[in-house]
């Protein structure tokens, strides 16, 4: 792409294209996709990939908060949007805005029930979480009961979908736990529907869920990371294209004499004569702390340039004693060929959380070669 001239995320929407085509392809046909939006798209830019994954075909949308489901109605998304984690604080914003909640405990569905009841709503569509071992939201096996008892008494919901959430289906040790996991959810499911009289949607996997299990599909899967071109594993993360490039420049080269220290705290010293550059972002952008110290690198013309030091708020300040370079040049610090999973691996965090820690500061470019 173009060299940039300050701290920017570019953002391309052939890479979601090609993602989202991938994912599809692992789907037996009928089997709906449902993008996860949340976290400003994986730090991206919500309304950016909702209105193109409205294009090409996307069946549902899942936010966590509600505040992130007002955001896209606002901007003109009319699909269906599934709130992940409502607060009854918000239901009744949550039912003008058309937005339809997972409904994870009896508190909350009968806060919603009577939240419906003052709306005049009829038959509202929920979604309804079911524990299965990841123990974080939903109905236990035991609830059953207590759920349809809520049910029978209004006719201002109706189940619109039932749903678990796998704990470690990107974890090939962990096989034994998630098909417990789905079993469970089988399980419950069918009595449930039996006792509803009427069969929801049901839907269980993640990303790697739609990669590893087949078997935990259903009638739709809820796909977050790999649509951002992440597959949680080298094999699938080959298959995949990073939608989000983090860019940045050197601000400033500077020639460290052996025993100069650099940055806050003096948390680097030189050994022999370094060349340092800083660069144009920092732990208030979403570099944390943790890539400092040699953690995390950045790439410069193809090569590789540490961290070194503290982070700073606004800056970080990188070893390129080897590099040739000069001010004004180009910083990678993650896109397709140093990908933010690489980047992540050396400070012991995942894919998820750098992209979702890029802050709103940094300028979003969206690169549409359609
Ligand atoms: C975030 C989230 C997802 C998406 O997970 P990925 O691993 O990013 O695909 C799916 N379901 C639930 C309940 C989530 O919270």
């Not at 540490?306 to 606004?314: F, S």
């Amino acid at each position: 792409m173009s060299n940039v001239k300050e701290t920017v995320l570019e953002i391309n929407l052939a890479h979601l294209t090609h993602n989202y085509n991938y994912l599809r392809s692992k789907l037996k046909l009928g089997v709906k996709l449902l993008a996860v939006v949340k976290a400003a798209g994986y730090g991206s830019d919500a309304v950016v990939m909702a209105k193109h994954l409205e294009k090409i075909g996307a069946d549902y949308f899942a936010v966590a908060y509600v505040s992130e489901g007002i955001a896209l109605r606002e901007a003109g998304i009319t699909t269906q949007i599934l709130v992940l984690h409502p607060q009854p604080i918000n239901f009744l914003a949550l039912i003008n805005y058309q937005l339809e909640p997972s409904l994870y405990s009896s508190r909350v569905l009968k806060e919603f029930i009577a939240i419906a009841e003052t709306k005049k709503q009829k038959e509202y569509p929920v979604h309804i979480k079911l524990n299965t071992g990841l123990n974080r939201l939903g109905f236990w096996e035991n609830d059953v009961d207590d759920i349809i008892d809520h049910l029978n008494e209004t006719d201002s919901i109706r189940i619109r979908s039932l749903f678990s959430h796998l704990a470690a289906s990107e974890d090939h040790n962990e096989k034994e736990f998630t098909i417990n996991q789905i079993n469970s959810f089988k399980k419950t499911a069918s009595e449930m529907i039996d006792q509803l009289g009427y069969t929801p949607i049901l839907h269980q996997s993640n990303t790697s869920g739609v990669l590893n299990y087949p078997k935990a599909h259903f009638d739709m899967v809820r796909t977050g990371i790999g649509l951002y071109g992440y597959g949680n594993e080298t094999i699938y993360d080959n298959q995949l294209k990073p939608v989000a490039s983090l860019k940045s420049v050197i601000s400033q080269i500077h020639m460290l004499e052996p025993g100069e220290t650099l940055g806050y705290n003096r948390a680097f010293t030189a050994d022999s004569f370094t060349k340092t550059a800083t660069i144009p972002i920092g732990h208030a952008d979403g570099i944390g702390r943790q890539y400092g110290n040699k953690k995390g690198f950045v790439t410069i013309h193809g090569k590789k340039a540490y961290i070194i030091g503290n982070v700073c708020m606004d800056m970080i300040m990188i070893d390129i004693t080897d590099i040739e370079c000069k001010e004004g040049d180009e910083v990678i610090i993650f896109d397709n060929s140093s990908s933010a999973a690489i980047i992540a691996e050396g400070a012991g965090t995942i894919s998820y959380e750098l992209l979702t820690a890029i802050s709103p500061r940094v300028k979003r470019i969206v690169i549409d070669n359609n």
